[in-house]
């Protein structure tokens, strides 16, 4: 068995909504990003390839690719499972923890679950996500962003 982390942060632009595990969640700002700015995604696909040695986002998804610019974070994840897959790796579980003052994304966590798992074939058992705020310290705090942990576990298959 192998463990990963990842973390990711994005600062806040103008605009309506934010991407968040997949969900669109309307708000009065949105992320200033290459992709879609799904901070829990990013954060989920470094801590896959960090088990797996296989790098970071950047280095399979660099943000200077003009193919990538504003591309869902979804196709994202679902390349880095199958690549996970290929390499002989099948994912355990995932716990994430996002960072964020605001908005509160306790009531969108059920509909992040179900996408999540559905993009990496796992049960609702095997995939956590938690919010929490900084109390007003820091960039979340400020409000100028949002940020996210990941932490997975995964096996030979």
């Given at each position: 068995?192998?463990i990963?982390?990842?973390y990711?942060?994005?600062r806040?632009k103008?605009?309506?909504h934010?991407?968040l595990?997949g969900?669109r969640?309307?708000?009065d700002?949105?992320?200033?990003?290459?992709?879609?700015g799904?901070v829990?995604?990013?954060a989920?696909?470094d801590?896959l390839?960090?088990?797996?040695?296989?790098?970071?986002?950047?280095?399979?998804?660099?943000?200077t690719?003009?193919d990538?610019?504003?591309?869902?974070?979804?196709?994202?994840l679902?390349?880095?499972?199958?690549l996970l897959?290929?390499?002989?790796?099948?994912?355990i579980?995932i716990?994430?923890t996002?960072?964020?003052?605001?908005p509160?994304?306790s009531?969108?966590?059920?509909e992040m679950?179900?996408?999540?798992?559905s993009?990496?074939?796992?049960?609702?058992?095997?995939?956590?996500?938690k919010g929490?705020?900084t109390?007003k310290?820091?960039?979340?705090?400020?409000e100028?962003?949002?940020?996210?942990?990941?932490?997975?576990?995964i096996?030979?298959?």
């Amino acid at each position: 068995m192998r463990i990963g982390q990842g973390y990711d942060a994005h600062r806040f632009k103008e605009g309506d909504h934010i991407i968040l595990g997949g969900v669109r969640i309307p708000f009065d700002k949105g992320m200033a990003a290459h992709s879609d700015g799904d901070v829990l995604i990013h954060a989920i696909c470094d801590a896959l390839l960090g088990a797996a040695a296989l790098g970071d986002i950047g280095k399979h998804f660099p943000d200077t690719d003009p193919d990538l610019k504003g591309v869902d974070s979804r196709i994202l994840l679902r390349k880095v499972a199958e690549l996970l897959t290929t390499k002989g790796y099948k994912i355990i579980n995932i716990d994430a923890t996002v960072v964020a003052q605001k908005p509160k994304i306790s009531p969108h966590i059920p509909e992040m679950r179900k996408i999540l798992g559905s993009d990496l074939n796992l049960n609702n058992d095997d995939l956590n996500i938690k919010g929490t705020t900084t109390e007003k310290m820091g960039f979340t705090g400020r409000e100028e962003g949002i940020a996210c942990y990941a932490a997975c576990l995964i096996d030979s298959i």
